[in-house]
């Protein structure tokens, strides 16, 4: 087993860059720690606790700048989280190999629907569904790299609620964030401006990381010993990534999304296929 110093190293870097990009550190962490040695599905199951320590961490700092859609959160974290135990319930059934390859393949779908999202500073025209209006999904934030307020209203809630279980079942069977597909929802359904749509993404990971941590738990893959330095890790680092969010374009953080993805996907895959799980 990788030592401690090497995960907290590892879980930190993860931390910093999954929070930035709403990516989620454990889609960083897992792969490296699978490559060093680490069962891989233990490292998925401690991944989850990771997804917590990110979520933590970055979303006190979200609220307090007022960027997160609390109301958003609070209602597709409904469906997450029933995605979430599916997903935990899958893994646990399956072989090692199978979950490996479809980590990589996952990551490698993150890559294709970032091509399709775009750079939404702020939607404008966008009407609201009835559902929408009742739930009151709608809001502002400052954005410092504009230097001005940013105005929003999310529509399709039945729809994006409906995807989002989908994303949480890919959350809980790899043992990460999915913030790509979080992500994809938020703005191609939900027409969520990006930086809303991140730091949202980070506040509905750490419940649906929850749901999906205890069917690990109950199933006895869950490893304290890899689980408490990656929650460290990934803590420090999603604190300091989340000072430095509104501070950085949105194209930036676009292309950071597009390389943590690419690299994750390639060491996954290399591990599965090359060097055997």
Known sequence: MVGVLEVVLVSTLGGLLGSLTGLGGASVTIPFLVLLGVPVKHAVASGLISVIATSSGSSSSFLREGVTSLKAAMFLEC???TGA????????????TAVALSFSAVMILSLLLTRLTGSHQGPEGVRQDRVSAWLGLEGSYFD??????????????????????????????????????????HELVLRMPTKVST????LIMGMTALAGAGVYVASGLMVLDLAAPMALGTTLGSIAGSSLLTRIRDVNLRRLYFVLAGVSAAVMLYRALVLGV
């Open 79 to 81: 469906f997450t989280i």
């Open 85 to 96: 135990i599916l997903g935990a319930l899958l893994t646990v059934n399956v072989s090692s």
């Open 144 to 185: 410092a790299s504009l230097g001005r307020e940013v105005r929003y209203r999310l529509t399709n809630a039945v729809y994006g609620g409906l995807a989002m279980v989908w994303a949480g079942a890919v959350a809980g069977m790899l043992g990460i964030g999915a913030g790509a597909f979080k992500v994809a929802i």
């Open 199 to 202: 730091s949202t993404s980070n």
